[in-house]
């Protein structure tokens, strides 16, 4: 890769946004731990956005599509933050023009997808790696330390919530999450991708799931104000029950719907040995427990190891995450190892939510295809 790693981003939405700011932020964070970042191009969907976000986003060059945004040979490592139905053409494209390239979660809308990419993939020395930037919250990772070391021992039980608000005001215009067609799904696509990684993260592999979907809001305005509307064909909330590989046992739920909750991811696993819990609208801390000790609150903040600013001590924000999420991929892409999470994990949780959606349909337990 050289003395440079050239950054084309696809997609300058929200998250297309919070991606571009990251990467300007790791070389603060990680100072000379990478070859020079560059953001060498953005692509939008129209000429004028493209020279906009350009500007905006601090980007040598703007594109409009993404034929182009692959042929420049300044970009060496490609940002996927479109939507969902537009993942697998993007890697497709990256792959062929042997550009390593950063997926937001999900990987696809569906399995079927997903064995295509793997497919498209195979074979090449090409670096897949994927957004699951809850992995990344210092919290986590010493939950996942300590799990590791044996502390839970036999788990018996998990809990893992993924709740939004905002869905529920019926005026809200129609997008393309709430199409099945280029979501692949609605709040297991967007919110369930995350707790599912991060079940087979701290535990591991699911092995069959029961599901129940609900959508409580059947159509929605075209657009802002309109009279005109279109059918949603998504979930808005999903509860499953899940046995994993290991025979242990526990519940996920996501919803859109979640009146008073903001953003919050909480996990709470029991162990013969010892329990933990974690709630994202708390994200500085882990509670630990432990038969000794009862329990602990283990102030985690931003321990990111290595990291030079900013101080350990300081909260944490969400920015931050998906800063080492990105940071640990481009690392894994200059020194020739496998990104983690990479393309496997995006499969694999592309195999869960199809399993959850089949045992929604079926009114039962469900296998997770392999």
């Not at 696809?108 to 790696?129: L, Q």
């Not at 369930?192 to 599901?211: E, K, M, N, P």
């Not at 929605?220 to 899940?242: C, F, L, N």
């Not at 696993?269 to 500085?284: D, H, R, T, V």
């Amino acid at each position: 890769m050289g003395n440079e790693i050239g950054i084309g981003l696809l997609g300058y939405g929200g998250i297309g946004k919070l991606h571009a700011f990251a990467y300007r932020s790791i070389p603060h964070y990680y100072p000379g731990a990478l070859p020079e970042l560059r953001l060498a191009a953005v692509c939008t969907s129209r000429p004028e956005t493209a020279t906009k976000a350009a500007a905006e986003g601090g980007f040598a060059r703007g594109y409009s599509s993404l034929e182009e945004l692959v042929a420049d040979p300044a970009v060496t490592v490609i940002d996927c933050s479109l939507p969902n139905f537009s993942h697998k053409e993007a890697i497709r494209a990256a792959v062929a023009a042997g550009k390593h390239i950063y997926c937001e979660k999900p990987l696809c809308v569906d399995g079927r997808e997903a064995r295509e990419i793997a497919s498209i993939a195979e074979g090449s020395k090409i670096r897949i790696g994927m957004t699951f930037n809850y992995r990344f919250i210092p919290a986590i990772t010493k939950a996942k330390e300590l799990i590791d070391r044996g502390s839970l021992g036999r788990v018996y039980n998990f809990q893992l919530l993924y709740l939004h608000t905002g869905y529920q005001d019926e005026s809200r215009p129609f997008s393309w999450r709430m199409s099945r067609e280029q979501s692949g799904g609605g709040a297991l696509l967007d919110l369930g991708s995350h707790i599912i990684d991060l079940t087979r993260f701290l535990l591991t592999d699911f092995d069959q799931v029961f599901a129940t979907t609900r959508t409580f809001v059947k159509e929605r305005p075209v657009r802002k104000g309109s009279s005109e509307t279109a059918p949603v064909t998504v979930d808005d909330a999903v509860w499953m029950q899940a046995r994993l590989k290991d025979g242990s046992v526990g519940t996920l739920e996501v919803s859109r719907f979640a009146t008073g909750s903001l953003d919050d991811l909480i996990v709470r696993i029991e162990g013969e040995k010892g329990a933990m819990k974690f709630s994202l609208m708390e994200g500085n801390w882990l509670w630990w427990y432990d038969l000794d000790r009862g329990w602990t609150r283990i102030d985690t903040v931003t321990n990111f190891p290595g990291a030079t600013v900013p101080p350990g001590r300081s909260i944490l924000g969400w920015s931050r995450m998906h800063a080492e999420n990105q940071y640990r991929f481009l690392k894994s892409v200059v020194e020739g190892g496998e990104p983690a999470p990479g393309l496997a994990d995006g499969v694999a949780t592309q195999m869960v939510m199809d399993a959850v959606y089949e045992s929604a349909e079926a009114g039962s337990w469900t296998a997770v295809p392999r």
